[in-house]
């Protein structure tokens, strides 16, 4: 199982992150992570074991964890 998952701002310090539904193939997830990009999302694409790839933006198996420590501070 695959999902995207999108990161963007809305004028605020912490980044929105969304979590889309979950795909049967890699390819339809890859798919919508390249439409969403091409709209200027920063994307990237999981699987129920972890993150497979992000757009290049920075993207790291910690970012969850930084965004939220960023939160509490």
């Known amino acids: 199982m695959y999902r995207v998952v ?3 701002r809305n004028g605020t310090e912490r980044p ?3 979590r889309g539904p979950w795909h049967t193939s890699l390819k339809t997830a ?6 969403l990009r091409g709209q200027g999302y ?11 790839h992000g757009s ?3 993207t790291s ?4 964890l930084a965004d939220a ?3 509490m501070a």
Do not use: C
């Not at 920063?42 to 497979?52: F, H």
């Not at 198996?61 to 969850?64: F, I």
């Open 6 to 8: 999108t990161k963007y």
């Open 16 to 18: 929105i992150v969304e």
């Open 30 to 35: 890859d798919y919508w992570a390249d439409l």
């Open 42 to 52: 920063d994307t990237s694409v999981e699987s129920d074991n972890g993150l497979i």
């Open 56 to 58: 290049g933006g920075g």
């Open 61 to 64: 198996d910690n970012s969850d």
């Open 69 to 71: 420590l960023a939160g």
